[in-house]
């Protein structure tokens, strides 16, 4: 079994600090949800709903707003500001927060880190309408990815020795939970490195455990859940693989992990104490930098930042990790963060400005519906990223 339990400082020491850039400030604040099984998915059109992109833009974070058709095609629906300011990870090649689920849809709520003022806005979603209910401080450092399952939320903050915090959701309000706060021991500087920061937080489907993703580590954090969202002390530590990055649950105990440094996708099984095995060896995809996966239906669509190309894998009935397509397609604009709505697939492409959106097939392929521009283009080390959908 891979793993380790609570040695969390011998694992981390070689990580290297980074100090913040000088003349930043980062204030040191204050003060979809669904079912994942293998089995599930339709392919079925028909229904309205909204994308929703996060500007991440450093003098002041906002939200766009698409309004999506039965097609699948959007069109702009305004922009809502979130009352925070965008942020960045140093040395970010085309992601400026290097995570996964930065802006999270969770029963009719929208969750967005404000990653330059350590916050997280909350708004209420009608239809293509957000209105802002709450900005609060987010526990840390520099969030870059929210988790949300039934009425428990979980903030992930990259900087500094990077944490995790808890909050119980309640009429579209957050509340801390005092015991959930766990620092992860990264080392890091505020803002930290692109490679060293920390990549996603995640509920696994039985709320039984938080998961973290550490790129620079190597290794995924559990953390059980206790009583009222309370986290347990020390987290059990499992390697999983070269840079894991993002990651998605394939079962109620099994999950899908991107290894950004091998250029690949591992399968773990989740044990009863938290602790990941991996499950048959890792799949590689012939591509550079996949970091992003999503699921639609029973395929898992891969972004490669560093290919522009969406690659797809599947789990066959005996439980085998195989990839279909290398390429499935190629976005031609720096593919990141992505988002799945009613049988579409929405993908970021910060160099160019654009989302664009893709017909899921029965076969897993890809067929481009629609494509917005005009959005933050990535430069001077920041852009948007971040995008989820009704």
């Known amino acids: 079994m891979k793993r380790s339990v609570a040695l969390a400082a011998a694992l981390l020491a070689g990580l290297t600090s980074v100090g913040s850039i000088p003349g ?18 339709d392919y079925h059109h028909g229904d309205e709903g909204a994308v929703f992109v996060q500007t991440n833009k450093a003098e002041g974070n906002t939200i766009r707003v698409f309004d999506r ?14 009352g ?4 960045f990870t140093i040395g970010a090649p085309l992601d400026a927060l290097a995570s ?13 880190v404000n990653a330059g003022s350590n916050t997280v806005t909350v708004f209420r979603v009608e ?54 706060n766990r620092s992860l021991g990264l080392h890091n500087g505020n803002p930290p490195a692109f490679g060293t920061a920390p990549a996603q937080v995640k509920i696994d489907p039985d709320s039984e455990f938080v998961l973290v993703s550490t790129k620079g580590a190597n290794v995924m954090f559990s953390y059980e859940i206790g009583r009222g969202g309370k986290l347990s002390r ?40 938290g602790a990941l095995d991996q499950v048959g060896p890792s799949v590689p995809n012939g591509q550079q930098a996949p970091c992003w996966i999503q699921r639609v239906g029973d395929f898992f669509f891969v972004a490669n930042a560093g290919s522009s190309t969406i690659s797809s894998y599947r789990v066959d009935d005996d439980g085998k990790l195989e990839l279909v397509k290398g390429v499935a ?8 963060d992505m988002t799945t709505s009613d049988g579409f697939l929405y993908v970021q492409n910060p160099n160019a400005g ?12 890809l067929t481009l519906v629609t494509t917005v521009d005009g959005l933050p283009k990535f430069a001077d080390g920041i852009g948007m990223e971040g995008i989820a959908a009704s």
């Open 354 to 365: 654009t989302v664009q959106g893709y017909e899921v097939g029965e076969d897993g392929s």
């Open 69 to 82: 058709d039965e097609d699948g095609r959007l069109t702009n629906a305004g922009e809502y500001e979130t």
């Open 100 to 112: 996964q689920g930065s802006l999270v849809y969770h029963k009719g709520m929208l969750f967005a």
């Open 234 to 273: 020390n987290p059990v530590i499992s390697d999983a693989g070269n840079t894991p990055f993002g990651f998605t649950f394939d079962t109620e105990d099994s999950l899908l992990v991107t290894e950004s440094g091998a250029n690949a996708v591992s399968r773990f099984e989740l044990e009863d104490d």
């Open 84 to 87: 925070g300011l965008g942020g």
């Open 127 to 180: 239809g293509t309408k957000l209105h802002k209910l709450q900005v609060v401080w987010s526990g840390g450092l520099l969030p870059v990815s929210v988790a949300a399952r039934g009425d428990l939320v979980y903030v992930l903050n990259a900087g500094g020795e990077g944490s995790v915090q808890g909050f119980e959701l309640n009429k579209g309000r957050l509340s801390r939970i005092e015991d959930a």
């Open 24 to 41: 930043t400030a980062f204030a040191d604040g204050g003060g979809p949800g669904h079912h994942d099984d293998r089995k599930g998915g």
């Open 329 to 336: 397609v190629d976005t031609g604009g720096g593919a990141i």
